[in-house]
């Protein structure tokens, strides 16, 4: 990467989520949650991407716990030392959220003082490093542990989220001070997060101080916030004129303004409470108000990424660079986010903002960040790699990455459709119009060309249906077509509906799924579950076309009491399981590529003819309801399998997937758990024997599955809760008999 002085195209930089925040007395650190800690390969993956630089964790609490007289160097050696060798430049982070190690915090007035030794060494140990954060996100830090009481010391005052803020400004300022004595060419990328507050016409002045406050990090590092600033008041309450007057006298601005920005650091307050049912409403000494994502009420739309690049460009006049891009999302609204981004890079760059970086940011992914960390629930947001297999495992955005910095272009079907942050269904509640005379902000131009769809087939099928909601959801356009518009064993046909829709990918739901009917019915299940497999499968591979396929549970024999697994044999019992494994060979067999997804029996919020459901509807009407006490599955939640199933076809997985929801129980348990969950007397389901229910075809004793490859659904008692909210009221699209189409 060429020096920052230096303008040259922009460039792709890559960021690991590296927190270590401290709540009570525990440490939450990412790194080790990520797996990061252990892999030093990791690197080389990230080295493949073709990013220039990343921004990586030189963290104060992971090198010297126990004091500088006990620091630990070994590790950061290491990987300093195999950036250096791949030629990606390291971003030192010296503190990411945290309060530095047992025996400071960020209230403490030594404080600056500890920081900036620990950054001189730093510097003495790596000369050679010339780019640091040394705080990331100040200003966000302060509020987190300062104003929200989120993170230690969990205060909730405004003279501690003072003292906070002016703390890691001031140690920021010693820190680049001792660095620059080691290293003169040493530049500072400031991060913080930059979003914009909203309001109704109340709140106004709550929305104009926190609009001032947003640029409080930057404003107090260029030396800003003198007795003109808006907030020198508000800043100096409580004895920090002093501290203040220093900083605007001895300013140290950024070399790169580094703004982190996500979809929900647009806010937008409203003191009508009652509008947002369920929202815990908060406030100041004058209103009671409620703090809401921007983007899911105000009807004109977020100014967005590019808008607030552009203000911070106009503000300040320095470099800037887009320094953690990500989306807790499905794949392909990760994918749009991320392309946004790097686009509107190029349309600033046009307009004559220098802008340096884009950054794909959460490379391994996060932990628990939907709770702030505040809860230790493993809720996992993969990145550009997903961290949960025995192998680190590139998504499509690793692709998309790659594409980006070594060509400065991509294309991907899901870019023919807008996010959700420009849909319509982006609302949560009612919306309302900040200005009644603002047009539409981020408005999205669709391609000239027609939207690349998905093929679904089986249309008449509850599987078919569940995707293509789904698709909806997702904003993915599909074609869903019924057997009368595609019969998949029929070369001609399956080869018409390709040659008539050009889909991108076929996912195919069709077959026959009624288990017992199999073994009367062998000739009839094994054309529609084999030969259909078989042709659709040969069709797509003429054409070039990736295939999405599903089985069952049921291609295992019930052999043992832990949970099966991508690496077990087959060995079916009935006709329906024998011909769902003769697929899945044939299959792979003939094109390895393809995506073939195995679960446990399904259930779904759209379908009534599932156990739960079924269970549910008896005993709701004052029946007992019976389910086999003695037969142990693996439930899966249909909306998790097909939406985990969908990331890995983008993704370009292949082979056998297992998509189980985490938990191995009895039917008898499952429809208990059901009955339970949905407020009515469990005691009404009677556990009985397999061979007293009138099966026909023989099921096995044991089907749970589980995957080694990665693949994390949630629990089933997680899939049971969202069930039963999910259940009530259908707000997806009720599809017509005939062949669909959805956008």
């Known amino acids: 990467m060429a020096q920052l002085t230096e303008i040259r195209a922009i460039e792709m930089w890559g960021g690991v989520e590296c ?99 620990y950054a001189a060494r730093v510097a003495e140990r790596y000369p050679w490093v010339d780019l640091y954060t040394p705080v990331n996100e100040p200003l966000t830090t302060a509020r987190f542990c300062g104003l929200y009481g989120l993170w230690y010391p969990h205060a909730r005052d405004h003279a501690t989220f003072r003292r906070i803020l002016i703390n890691q400004i001031k140690g920021t300022v010693l820190a680049m001070r001792a660095i620059r004595a080691v290293n003169p060419a040493a530049r500072l990328v400031q991060t913080e997060d930059l979003g914009k507050c909203h309001s109704t016409p109340r709140l106004a002045y709550e929305a104009e101080h926190e609009n001032y406050r947003r640029w409080l990090t930057f404003d107090l590092l260029a030396g800003r916030v003198t007795r003109e600033h808006p907030l020198w008041s508000y800043m100096a309450e409580g004895g920090f004129e002093d501290e203040l007057d220093e900083l605007a006298a001895d300013p140290c601005p950024p070399d790169v303004l580094g703004i982190d920005h996500y979809l929900t650091s647009e806010r937008f307050l409203d003191d009508r409470v009652k509008r947002y049912p369920g929202v815990r409403a908060g406030g100041n000494d004058r209103d009671r108000y409620v703090d809401v994502e921007a983007i899911r009420v105000v009807a004109e739309g977020t100014v967005g990424l590019e808008a607030l690049l552009e203000e911070a460009w106009e503000r300040y006049r320095l470099p800037i660079a887009a320094t953690e891009v990500h989306n807790g999302s499905s794949r392909e609204e990760q994918l749009r986010w991320l392309k946004e981004a790097w686009d509107a890079a190029h349309r600033l760059r046009g307009r004559g903002v220098d802008i340096r970086a884009v950054t794909a940011w959460a490379l391994l992914g996060s932990y628990d960040w939907n709770s702030l960390l505040t809860r230790r629930a493993g809720f996992y947001e993969s990145g550009v790699f997903d961290v949960r297999g025995p192998a680190l495992r590139p998504t499509a955005l690793a692709r998309l990455v790659r594409e980006l910095a070594t060509t400065g272009t991509a294309d991907h079907p899901v870019f023919d459709a807008p996010g959700w942050w420009h849909r319509e269904d982006r609302f949560h509640w009612t919306p309302v119009r900040c200005d009644p005379f603002a047009p539409a902000r981020g408005r999205w131009t669709p391609p000239a060309h027609a939207p690349r769809p998905l093929l679904i087939t089986g249309g008449d099928g509850a599987l078919a249906r569940a995707v293509a909601r789904l698709c909806v959801v997702r904003g993915l356009p599909y074609v869903l077509l019924p057997r009368g518009a595609m019969d998949i064993a029929d070369p001609a046909s399956a080869a018409a509906a390709l040659a008539r829709h050009r889909p991108w990918a076929v996912i195919n739901a069709a077959g026959f799924a009624r288990v017992d009917a199999a073994e009367r019915e062998p000739g009839r299940c094994r054309r529609e579950n084999v030969v259909g497999v078989d042709v659709l499968g040969a069709t797509c591979r003429a054409a070039g076309v990736p295939l999405l396929a599903f089985s069952s549970h049921l291609v295992f024999g019930g052999d043992r009491t832990v949970p099966y697994t991508e690496d077990d044999s087959p060995a079916p019992l009935g006709a329906y399981g024998a011909a769902k494994a003769e697929a899945e060979r044939l299959l792979l067999d003939a094109d390895p590529d393809a995506l073939v997804v195995r679960s446990g029996p399904a259930f779904g919020p759209w379908d009534d003819r599932n156990l739960a459901a079924r269970a549910i509807r008896a005993v709701a009407g004052g029946r007992f309801f019976s389910a086999a006490c003695d037969v142990v599955v693996s439930p899966s939640y249909l909306p998790d399998v097909v939406n985990v199933a969908l990331d890995l076809l983008m993704d370009g997985e292949r082979g056998v997937w297992h998509l189980a929801n985490t938990g191995a129980v009895t039917w008898a348990e499952f429809a208990r758990g059901a009955v339970r969950d949905a407020g009515l007397d469990p005691q009404r389901v009677l556990g009985v024997p397999a061979a007293d229910l009138n099966w026909t075809a023989p099921r096995p004793a044991y089907s749970a599955l589980r995957s080694v490859r990665g693949a994390g659904l949630p629990s089933l008692e997680d899939a049971l809760r969202r069930f039963h909210a999910e259940r009530p009221e259908d707000l997806l699209l009720r599809l017509p008999d005939a062949e669909a189409v959805g956008v």
Do not use: C
């Open 19 to 117: 927190t270590v925040a401290r709540l009570r007395d525990r440490f939450v650190d990412q790194t080790r949650l990520s797996g990061h800690h252990e892999r030093v390969e990791d690197l080389d993956a990230f080295a493949a991407l073709g990013i220039t630089a990343i921004r990586y964790p030189v963290l104060w609490e992971r090198v010297a716990p126990e004091g500088l007289e006990k620091a630990d160097w070994r590790w950061t050696d290491e990987r300093l030392g195999r950036l250096r060798e791949l030629g990606v430049r390291p971003i030192a982070a010296l503190l990411h959220h945290g309060n530095g190690p047992r025996g400071t915090d960020l209230t403490q007035p030594d404080f600056p003082q500890k920081f900036a030794a």
